[in-house]
């Protein structure tokens, strides 16, 4: 190298120098922007569904509320127990277990077990929830255990019902309009084919956010509400029957909200508020 080319090479350098030590700051602010989006990333709700026995398709059902919250962008984690076969009663072994609803933010009852009347089983299940585990409870889920004569079940969905009528439209009247809950539900809304739980009584701590009307008596029936059950929040829906329900969008994103809302989460985001 002769004496003329070294401010050139020194300049070469410098230049390589400069570009080494932006590309390790570049990648530094990289990992930090990665690392700050991992902490303020939110944790995913972890939902236990429960279901199995009369009457619905239940797998349909719960892969609908699964793709329905990916599209919804709300992050759940699920843990799904399908059990009971397809009768009226049947007991679910988790349920035996005393801390089966340990680790989950929501716990979603989509069972129907009519007939299964056992005091102790029963409250086995509402104990939890009533000390705060919170829930998402789904149609058949206001008939099952229908049969017990102690009333804690009934108190924990909020709504007691032990009859349905028949399946039709039925117009869904919002009462609740700055419920973000209900804020997904058209003033014009009409459900798909689905069954009218006739609803005999509402429990103190139950908030009624839409209705609609029976096509034989005229009679208001609650088919959207949320309860506090001792410490936790519970939301409830009477409708679900068929799977065209549970591939209608309005539904589903209530249903969703539903979920987000019980787990104190913003129920859009899924965010922690």
Request: proline fraction near 5%.
């Amino acid at each position: 190298m002769t004496p003329s080319n070294l401010p050139s090479f020194r300049y070469n350098i410098l230049f390589a120098k400069n570009i080494f030590w932006f590309l390790i700051a570049a990648c530094a602010f990289w990992v930090l922007d990665l690392s700050m989006l991992g902490a303020n990333a939110a944790e995913p709700i972890k939902v236990l569904v429960i279901t199995g026995g009369c009457c619905h398709d239940y797998d349909y059902q719960t892969k609908a509320m699964q793709l329905a919250a990916k599209e919804q962008s709300i992050a759940i984690d699920w843990t799904v127990v399908f059990e009971g076969g397809k009768g009226t009663r049947a007991t679910i072994d988790l349920y035996n277990k005393p801390d089966w609803a340990k680790g989950f933010d929501v716990v979603v009852h989509n069972e129907c077990f009519a007939d299964t009347d056992d005091p102790e089983y029963i409250r086995k299940i509402t104990q939890p929830h009533r000390e705060g585990v919170n829930a998402v409870v789904i149609h058949c889920a206001m008939h099952t255990y229908r049969s017990a004569k102690i009333d804690d079940w009934r108190e924990f969905l909020g709504v007691t019902s032990r009859h349905h009528e028949h399946q039709s439209h039925y117009p869904v009247a919002v009462l609740d309009k700055d419920n973000p809950i209900t804020q997904a539900i058209p003033a014009d809304y009409k459900t798909p084919m689905d069954e009218l739980y006739i609803v005999e009584k509402v429990w103190p701590n139950t908030k009624i956010l839409a209705t609609t009307k029976s096509e034989k008596t005229g009679d208001v029936q609650p088919v959207f509400w949320t309860n506090q059950f001792g410490k936790a929040r519970v939301f409830g829906t009477t409708y679900g029957h068929s799977n065209d329900t549970f591939s209608d969008k309005v539904f589903l994103t209530t249903l969703v909200r539903g979920i987000a809302w019980a787990a104190s989460r913003d129920v859009k985001t899924g965010e922690p508020k």
